[in-house]
């Protein structure tokens, strides 16, 4: 992959994703947009891939180790002009088509925030399934004390998150929330010192991967849409869904594997 913005490698069956413009705090351009649906593209074709860490980068500056996430987007990009109405609006849609494809993504997502999440980082955040963040970065939505507003499902998310009053009260205010913070309202899922806080998260991402990866699939397809639905769709739905997995041979592994009292190695099918 020819990859300009972002860093991607796997350690055994977990992709990692690491925004990759420190000078810039991560701040997102156009570039960072096409880089991970790239990513995506490969990661959904790929089997031996069963999760994915999306994080960010830490660099050196004045002797001290510095972190970012993505502090939103590039703000000098947008304040040079030169955007027509039409590209505004295609640059809008780029982001929004990148943070649906992260919330559709067939496997669980991990953000994990490592410093500093703004705007587009916040967005690409919340379309994760699971937000853990160090317990010293930070969260907030900073858009009504620019002129500007929330994109990429924000509206949607915050309130299923963490309730309709706290949500507007996050959005109205741009109040920043530490890593702590963010865990005390239910925004994320775990804080960790900064330097826990990779291990912990791999070692949660490294137990997800060994799930069976169609029964998980299923999980998050159905979990997601459940909201939105009656009980009769939804028992429809689980129903077709258990049918679908006891046809896979991962079904039958794992019946044999709590027969025999070992751990069951899922392939996928």
Known sequence: MNLETVVYETD???GIVRLN??????AVIEQMYLDLQTIMDEVAKDPNVRVLILT???????????QAFCAGA????????????WQKREYIMLAHETTRRLHDLKMPVIAVVNGPARGAGTEMALNCDFLFMADEASLAFSETGLGTFVGGGVTRHLSRLIG??????????????????AVAVGLALRSFPID????????????????????????????QAAPGRDLRTVLLAE????????????WHEGIASFAEKREPVFEGK
């Open 74 to 85: 590039d703000l000098k990009e947008h304040a040079a002009g030169s955007r027509s109405a």
């Open 56 to 66: 960010g980068t830490s660099w050196q500056r004045d002797q001290k180790t510095k």
């Open 21 to 26: 413009r420190p000078a810039r705090m991560n």
């Open 12 to 14: 055994e069956q977990v």
């Open 164 to 181: 309709m009053q706290l949500a507007k009260y996050l959005v109205y205010s741009g109040e920043v929330l530490s890593g702590k913070q």
């Open 239 to 250: 129903a077709e869904a258990i049918l679908a997995c006891m046809n896979t041979a991962d």
């Open 196 to 223: 826990q806080l990779f291990q912990e998260s791999m070692s949660f991402a490294r137990r997800l991967s060994k799930r069976a990866p169609v029964s998980m699939a299923f999980a998050k397809d159905l979990l």
